[in-house]
């Protein structure tokens, strides 16, 4: 047992999906598609407590506290002292290091990052446990499908079987390691259980996210799929009616006006929300000038880098 550690997850970005939700059993239900790994994301502190209480806080990209916040990792806690039958007090401390609910997988990548730390203070658990209960939990709180299972592939990741890692759900990943710039719009933000507990949407959704990753899974699953990925991500976006919305056309139309031919922008699942990408992997673009332009047209914008 440990008095303290510090666990940071990156977050993650769906790029096309399907829906599987309907399983009795959480560690069933979730998603196949394709996304990308991000090095920003989620840090959680977990130490163990003297006082007569938990606390949780949990701090927003801006520094602002987010008390709400705090639901979601008080019932992970509740679990993780169920499984493990540990009855410690702990303080946790979740900083954000991007937007929520902009389809950047922070309750994922939280969930994850403080179920590690947890298990890692009172060394319960070994990393696959760890991870399926912070799948649990999400699938709990509809925040996200496959961004966890996403997560534990790594990378540019092609989840092929829904369900939590380390099984029954499936995913492969290779390593990018360049450059990415995310653009968002401040005054918009989808909380992504609007779409995956919706039956219209879940169906346009789900039809376009499986004939996606079919396509794709023929193929190796390395580099030289990256190119066919990003037309993938484009044909989704149409076929699955997720482009039409109007908030979401505006940014992308606002954000190709700017964009020089290097770059690939695609919408981020599911938010107001985009990434731009290197549209070929040897040629990698600087995103200083266009940031610059994105921010003075009122836009969220933050370089990352993609695992």
């Given amino acids: 047992m440990m008095d303290g550690v510090v666990v940071q997850a990156g977050g993650h970005v769906t790029l096309l999906f399907s829906i599987h939700s309907k399983s ?45 916040g705090a ?30 609910s902009q389809g950047f997988g922070m ?26 209960l912070a799948h649990r939990l999400e699938r709990k709180h509809s925040g996200g499908l496959g961004d966890i299972l996403g997560l534990w592939a790594g990378g540019c990741e092609l989840r092929v079987t829904p369900g939590s890692p380390p099984f029954p759900g499936k995913a492969f990943g290779f390593d990018v390691g360049c450059p990415a710039l995310l653009v968002w719009d401040p005054d918009g933000s989808t909380h992504t259980g609007t779409y995956i507990d919706d039956p219209e949407w879940k169906a346009k959704i789900t039809e376009a996210g499986d004939s996606a990753v079919s396509r794709l899974k023929k193929y190796d699953w390395n580099q030289s799929i990256w190119e066919m990925l990003l037309d993938e991500a484009d044909r989704f976006a149409l076929e699955s009616g997720l482009l039409e919305e109007r908030e979401r ?33 040897h040629n990698i673009p600087d995103y200083g000038e266009l940031a610059s332009r994105l921010r003075s047209l009122g836009l969220g914008v933050l370089e990352t880098i993609l695992q």
Wanted: glycine share 8%; aromatic share 4%.
């Fill in 107 to 132: 309750s994922g990548a939280g969930l994850l990052a403080a179920s590690l730390a947890l298990g890692e203070v009172f060394d319960c658990g070994d990393e696959g446990q760890l991870a399926r």
């Fill in 24 to 68: 009795l059993l959480a560690r069933n239900q979730g998603s196949r598609g394709a996304g990308l790994c991000l090095e920003d994301g989620v840090e959680v502190s977990v130490k163990i407590s003297d006082n007569d209480s938990d606390k949780i806080t949990v701090t927003h990209v801006d520094g602002q506290p987010f008390p709400k």
């Fill in 249 to 281: 056309a505006k940014l992308l139309s606002i954000v190709l006006e700017q964009a020089d031919e290097s770059m690939s922008c695609h919408l981020c699942m599911l938010g107001t929300s985009l990434i731009i990408v290197p549209k070929k992997l």
């Fill in 71 to 100: 639901n979601l990792y008080a019932d992970l806690l509740i679990s993780f002292r169920e499984i493990f039958n540990v009855d410690s007090n702990v303080e946790i401390d979740v900083r954000l290091e991007l937007p929520i």
